[in-house]
């Protein structure tokens, strides 16, 4: 299996139009990524970009903050569904995590898987490790994602920023140590999803070997050049 097999290409930033969707589905078509992941405005389009082809439409639910609440984010997943997407990829509400309202947390996540699978899609759950200030929170959301029946974990929205002492933003994205620490907390029914900060085939390659199976990037035709042995200049890729 080829690294860009494992890509969900990220269409995400919200000044991206219409326009850059059609661009990036020609792409993910040619080298065939696992699934073009777009805003929720843009699923319709998506769907109907990658009608017929192996890349699956995948959204995001949620995003990029987790804070909507349950209901809007069951909604939300329904009506993606209805429109094509076969993936959605849901923020768990973060300060209900660090208030560790378990019950809350977990009921959600039950309920977004739900209403994705009653209507053929899987869930992928985001935890944005990045926010998260120890590996017991991360591990009681594997644990709860896996017993709502999530098909994966993830590690990030790729728009998680933590605030320096000078007032700059530092984002956050995947880490080693997080894929690793998912992968020993979630068994076999649940795969891992390194997101944030992946631009190169290296960064790429050394997360798939340590067990993510799914890569969220927008470096994606870096990551395909550098599969084959070929280097582009990051400024030149979509």
């Known amino acids: 299996m080829t690294i860009v097999s494992k890509i969900d290409h990220a269409v995400l930033l919200p000044t991206q139009t219409d326009k850059d969707l059609r661009t990036a589905c020609r792409m993910c078509l040619e080298i065939q990524v696992a699934s073009v992941c777009v805003k929720p405005s843009m699923v319709t389009l998506v769907s109907e970009l990658l009608a017929g082809s192996n890349v699956l439409p995948s959204t995001v639910i949620g995003f990029p903050h987790g804070g909507t609440t349950t209901a809007t984010k069951v909604y939300e997943t329904q009506l993606a569904c209805q429109q094509g997407a076969r993936e959605v990829d849901m923020v768990v509400n973060l300060g209900r995590v660090l208030a560790a309202d378990w019950q809350y947390v977990g009921e959600e996540i039950c309920q977004v898987v739900a209403a994705a699978k009653s209507l053929g899609a899987i869930t992928k759950v985001i935890f944005e490790t990045g926010l998260l200030p120890d590996d017991s929170l991360k591990i009681r959301l594997c644990e709860l994602s ?52 992946i631009r190169t085939f290296a960064d790429a390659e050394r997360f798939a ?14 990551i395909a050049e550098g599969e084959k042995g070929h280097s582009i200049d990051s400024k030149e890729a979509y």
């Not at 933003?169 to 620490?181: K, N, P, S, Y």
């Open 146 to 197: 896996e017993a709502a029946g999530a098909a994966f974990v993830k590690t990030s929205t790729g728009f998680g920023y933590l605030k320096s002492h000078d007032g700059s933003l530092r984002a956050t994205g995947a880490t080693e140590h997080d894929i690793r620490l998912m992968c020993e907390h979630t068994s076999d029914r649940v795969q891992v999803k390194a997101s944030g900060g």
């Open 209 to 222: 070997a340590i067990g993510a199976t799914r890569l969220g990037t927008s470096g994606t035709l870096v």
